[in-house]
């Protein structure tokens, strides 16, 4: 009888022999994923089902039979190895490491939310650079010693796999997943019961999750699942897919992450007794709702006996929370129709919080803005004392986006900072160069600051490493091109040219990422015949791989990426161009190594960081890029290349056109010939050779790649990432959050009356005139001015206030450039209401020198005098 499917399923786990039990704890731990010597003990057990699990040792051990694992039990150096792998692991866990040597006062805990984290391609829960970031940030966190722990949602189904039909269209599958056959944990009471965490919707439902665990090293992972029996069918699929479902059930999943992960954590720190966070780290707008859930639990009586205000609860929440933003475009963000949300806050989701306050939160009230949409990064912002970019020119980016929320601040006083991103070194650089390394220079050298000592690695070895891996990378992308031409239905007679397709000697160009329009995978395609030229040139030819996912909702992405595919499946330059697809981690671990240059071409400044661009760095490629995200602040002519931008009065075609033919003039003038080494190149050219052709060694190339690692290694590092996080922005939230909780809230319960008592009372501020005295007729450098500002501050005191003289060089509409502040500090009392404050300007500089006034309010809870959205200007 055919057809007949099963009512339930469940996966059955390996019972593994006492004396090598502690493989379950190695497999489960996700340190195997970055812990090269973890996964070649699996490897070595049996090669050949290793590949057959896809590096996935749970998979493996699974598929084990009974006689097999006794066999590896019965062998007295399986045993030891074994024994030797957990000693490892266990003192990776409980030794001290850099975290511990910062002393006193660090915070006890901080908890992480992101809608998605890229840990390893068995655990499918990512689409793009955010969860990839999000993965690194757990693990480098782990390396340190950080105590953090990571909040997120498990899908059922992760994000799809992408496969191409025949004519070349995004097809998009989402094979579901056994949570049992993960290296996850199911999170139990103390009776063996799992835990539910519930939130109340609308119409009296109810949504009840399930929270697995994944161990990150050190790091601790919730996941929130609503895949569970006593949930109706709606709520069961809340967590069916990554950013999958329109507005509602999109809604629903940032609930679950963000009040629900806090009700998690809550759980979480009851059962294994570990200190509650200290610090609420918001990755991205979908977790904003983390803040509302504290906001309640402040103001609900069962929870604090001497509940807080809504304003109360509000900057309580504030000091202890970091908001980071990814995205450069509008489009980028979660919005929500305002009804929406009265919809859900309306029923018992958040009782006793005022909804009116809630709305508020998420309103675009400002210039630009929709009075009818909740938007979660402008939530997120107002929920958070401290936020950050993700790159110098991010947070340029940033401060101008959301400027509307700071009327009257200058741009760049706008309070978002910027934290540049890093990759995790042990996960994506090459096992093969990682060994070299090790060998050489012992274990410490690729975790330190100091990559110089490539410089004492041979121009031959370095020259011979990058070739293993570009053949690595040939073999692979092969494989999976056979594989792909087959799903689209050609036949194995067809597809012998695979097997010859690209070149282990030919210079070798990656581009992988997510495919929205403004990254312009087709930039490329502008000129079809010269990027032919190019890929066929006689002497110094080059090759492409690609690849990369769009949105499913992306037809324009969808149509980029069919382009593309229809021109490399031209039999003429088939073997030179490839897109492979299925962009995921398993693909990368063998694209960024293999890659001799790295392409990014996106819109500027519309690229928030480009992390992968990083992971190529790591390996010794060089990156083209256009400056923007992280290449602005790090290209500095010896890395790389930076492909010009034309100027912003250009319409959309004309600045493609301008900046393919940039990108083809490096190419074929300096890239190309650079890589085949330029005299040899011009030598053949000149013989009229027909073949990539290398007599010698690329010196300046390898000069090049040594230069990329000695300077660039260190500085894409997630641990410097994780390291200015702790420092910047953890131990100051840390300290900040503190002091709102000590004496019963004391300090929250004044600052929040201050505030109500500033807000009303700020537009009776009015600076009547500023005068200056005591400059000669010729002012030179080193002379002082003394600036009075007369003020009236109406019912507020200067107390409350900072009055500033802020100056710097004055443009020729007198605006000021390159500015200094100085508090006018000596005040005397006018009566009624009416203050002078003044202090002594040092001239500091030649040229038009200008100045003017502020009054920002003023109180020691304000992490910055931008927060309150307050302003004064003479």
């Not at 390396?143 to 953090?148: E, I, N, R, W």
């Not at 999109?250 to 806090?262: A, C, I, Y």
């Not at 693909?587 to 071409?601: E, H, I, K, Q, S």
Request: glycine share 8%.
């Amino acid at each position: 009888m055919t057809g007949m499917k099963a009512i339930r399923r469940f996966t059955v786990r390996t019972l593994v022999p006492a004396q090598i039990s502690a493989l379950t704890r190695l497999a489960t731990n996700l340190r195997w994923s970055w812990h090269v010597p973890t996964r070649a003990l699996f490897e070595s057990f049996n090669p050949e089902l290793w590949e057959k699990s896809r590096h996935n040792p749970l998979a493996m051990l699974a598929s084990l039979s009974r006689e097999q694992l006794a066999d590896l039990a019965a062998n007295p150096d399986v045993v030891a190895r074994v024994a030797q792998a957990q000693e490892s692991l266990e003192s990776y866990l409980t030794e001290p490491r850099w975290y511990q040597e910062l002393g006193a006062g660090t915070p006890e805990c901080i908890a992480y939310f992101s809608p998605e984290f890229g840990i390893t391609e068995v655990l499918p829960q990512y689409s793009g650079g955010l969860g990839i970031l999000a993965g690194d940030h757990l693990k480098s966190a782990s390396d340190l010693g950080v105590p953090l722990i990571g909040v997120g949602l498990l899908y059922q189904a992760g994000y799809f796999k992408q496969s191409l039909s025949r004519d070349a269209w995004q097809q998009e599958s989402y094979p579901l997943l056994d949570p049992d056959a993960l290296p996850l944990t199911l999170m139990r009471e103390e009776d063996g019961t799992p835990v539910q965490i519930q939130l109340p919707l609308p119409e009296n439902r109810v949504l009840r999750a399930h929270v697995w665990r994944a161990d990150v090293g050190r790091v601790p992972l919730l996941m929130l699942d609503s895949n569970v029996a006593e949930n109706d069918d709606a709520a069961r699929g809340v967590t069916d897919r990554l950013y999958g479902g329109g507005g509602e059930h999109r809604l629903t999943q940032e609930l679950l992450l963000g009040m629900g992960g806090v009700k998690a954590l809550r759980v979480h720190a009851r059962l294994s007794g570990t200190a509650a966070p200290e610090v609420f780290h918001t990755n991205e707008g979908h977790a904003g709702f983390l803040g509302i859930e504290r906001i309640r639990e402040l103001m609900d009586p069962a929870l604090t006996p001497e509940p807080l205000t809504w304003g109360e609860a509000l900057a309580a929440g504030r000091a202890s929370t970091v908001f980071t933003t990814h995205t450069p475009v509008p489009a980028g963000i979660d919005r929500f129709p305002r009804s929406m949300i009265e919809d859900f806050f309306a029923g018992p989701l958040a009782p006793g919080v005022p909804v009116a306050d809630i709305l508020a939160l998420g309103a675009e009230n400002y210039d630009g803005g929709d009075g009818e949409m909740f938007n979660m990064a402008v939530m997120g912002l107002r929920l958070a004392q401290r936020a950050n970019g993700v790159a110098k020119l991010h947070g340029v980016v940033s401060r101008g986006m959301f400027s509307g929320m700071w009327p009257g601040f200058d741009t760049a006083d706008v309070p978002i900072t910027s934290v540049t991103n890093g990759v995790h070194v042990p996960t994506w650089v090459d096992p093969a160069l990682a060994e070299l390394a090790r060998e050489r220079f012992g274990a410490e050298v690729l975790d330190g600051p100091d990559w110089s000592k490539v410089y004492e690695v041979s121009d031959e070895e370095v020259w011979a490493m990058r070739r293993r891996l570009r053949l690595a990378l040939v073999k692979d992308a092969r494989r999976r091109l056979r594989s792909s031409w087959k799903k689209r239905g050609a036949a194995d007679a067809q597809l012998a040219w695979t097997d010859a397709a690209l070149d282990p000697d030919v210079l070798t160009i990656g581009f992988a990422r997510r495919v929205p329009t403004y990254k312009r995978l087709t930039l490329m395609l502008r000129d079809p015949a010269r990027l032919k030229a190019l890929l066929l040139h006689p002497v110094h030819p080059i090759q492409i791989i690609i690849a990369g996912k769009s949105h499913p909702a992306d037809d324009a992405g969808k149509k980029m990426i069919q382009d593309l595919v229809q021109f490399t499946d031209d039999p003429e330059v088939r073997h030179r161009i490839v897109f492979l697809p299925n962009y995921d981690i398993a693909m990368a671990r063998t694209l960024f190594p293999g890659c001799d240059v790295w392409l990014n071409n996106p819109l500027r400044p519309l690229e928030a960081c480009g992390t992968s661009g990083m992971k190529a760095a790591i390996n010794g490629s060089l990156n083209l890029s256009v400056m923007d995200g992280w290449w602005d602040e790090m290209y500095d002519g010896e890395n790389g290349w930076a492909i010009p931008t034309a100027n912003t009065g250009a319409g959309d075609s004309e600045r493609d056109d301008i900046e393919a033919s940039a990108l083809y003039e490096l190419l074929e003038t300096q890239v190309a010939p650079r890589f085949y080494g330029e005299v040899v190149a011009a030598a053949a050219g000149a013989a009229g050779a027909s073949q990539p052709h290398q007599s010698a060694l690329p010196a300046h190339w390898i000069s090049m790649i040594k230069h990329t690692l000695a300077h660039l290694g260190p500085a894409v590092s997630a641990n410097r990432m994780v390291a200015e996080y702790v420092q910047r922005l953890y131990q100051p939230a840390a300290e900040a959050g503190r002091a709102a909780r000590a004496e019963n809230y004391a300090s929250v319960r004044e600052l929040a009356a201050w505030i109500e008592r500033v807000r009303p009372a700020w537009q009776e501020i009015h600076i009547d005139h500023v005068e200056s005295h005591g400059l000669t007729d010729e002012p030179q450098i080193g002379e002082t001015l003394q600036v009075r500002a007369h003020i009236t501050l109406g019912s507020l005191s200067p107390a409350d206030v900072r009055v500033n003289v802020v100056y710097g060089t004055a443009g020729d509409s007198d605006e000021l450039n390159n500015t200094a502040d100085l508090a006018l500090e000596s005040v005397q009392d006018n009566g009624g209401g009416k203050y002078q404050f003044s202090a002594d300007l040092l001239i500091d500089r030649s040229g038009d020198f200008g100045y003017g006034v502020q009054v920002l309010p003023h109180h020691p809870a304000l992490a910055n005098p931008a927060e309150l959205g307050l302003i004064t200007t003479a």
